[in-house]
């Protein structure tokens, strides 16, 4: 069974330019994830989706952050215009179920100049 | 609201020796509980999860932990560590049947030879 893939792995891009990261979850696992996760610290909700539906984006900066699942599969996050404080680890989970159990991708290193 | 707490930020330990990283949680309701490791520039990983039954559950690689509902704690244990288990591992906390994960900062393991 194939993992939870995103990309790009690693970007670097100048203040105010945009950036864009994909997400594809386990195929079956309807609830995607987006977290956030500063150096140092623990991950920390960014969105949720149940299929193509958000049912808990209060903690996305909406001003600058948006996302999308428009198939219910693979999802995106987008940063426009990135912020020097935007630079962290963009990790993407799904799970399957009410467990709560995540699995992770290896997340996407945005480093803002 | 539920919030996770882990008492220690670093715990440097030689390798064979016993290890225990500590975590509690606050939550006025029921919850499930886990343990996750990130290892250097990878995403998180399951080590074991509670959700019901025996207080004490064991996980991948030689760990376990232990519910304790009374002093609202999760304390992950191995009892002799390798090189290997180098890595930062975090202690997360979901209210029962829901899917908001919290997370803790995370504590990081350090095994000397």
């Known amino acids: 069974e194939a993992g939870v893939v995103q990309s790009p792995r690693y970007k670097i891009i100048e203040k105010k330019q945009p950036v864009a990261f994909w997400c594809n979850p386990i195929?079956?696992?309807?609830?995607l994830y987006w977290y956030l996760q500063n150096l140092g610290q623990g991950p920390e909700l960014l969105i949720r989706?149940?299929?193509?539906?958000?049912?808990?984006d209060s903690q996305l900066p909406k001003d600058r952050f948006s996302a999308e699942r428009l198939k219910g599969v693979d999802s995106t996050l987008k940063i426009q215009p990135a912020e020097l404080g935007d630079s962290a680890v963009y990790l993407c989970a799904s799970s399957r179920g009410e467990t709560g159990e995540l699995f992770f991708g290896e997340g996407s290193r945005l480093t803002v100049l | 609201a539920q919030s996770v707490t882990q008492l220690d930020s670093q715990v440097p330990v030689f390798e064979e020796a016993p290890v225990e990283l500590r975590c509690n949680y606050s939550?006025?309701?029921?919850?499930?509980l886990f343990w996750y490791v990130q290892y250097p520039n990878q995403g998180l990983q399951l080590l074991l999860k509670y959700l019901s039954g025996s207080t004490l559950v064991k996980g991948i690689n030689g760990f376990e932990a232990e519910f304790n509902k009374s002093q609202t704690s999760f304390h992950l244990r191995k009892p002799s560590v390798h090189i290997s288990d180098t890595a930062e591992y975090f202690c997360a906390v979901s209210r029962s049947g829901g899917f908001k994960t919290i997370f803790g900062a995370g504590t990081r393991l350090f095994v000397k030879a």
């Open positions: 989706y149940e299929n193509e539906e958000a049912v808990d």
């Open positions: 195929s079956g696992h309807n609830t």
């Open positions: 939550s006025s309701v029921s919850v499930y």
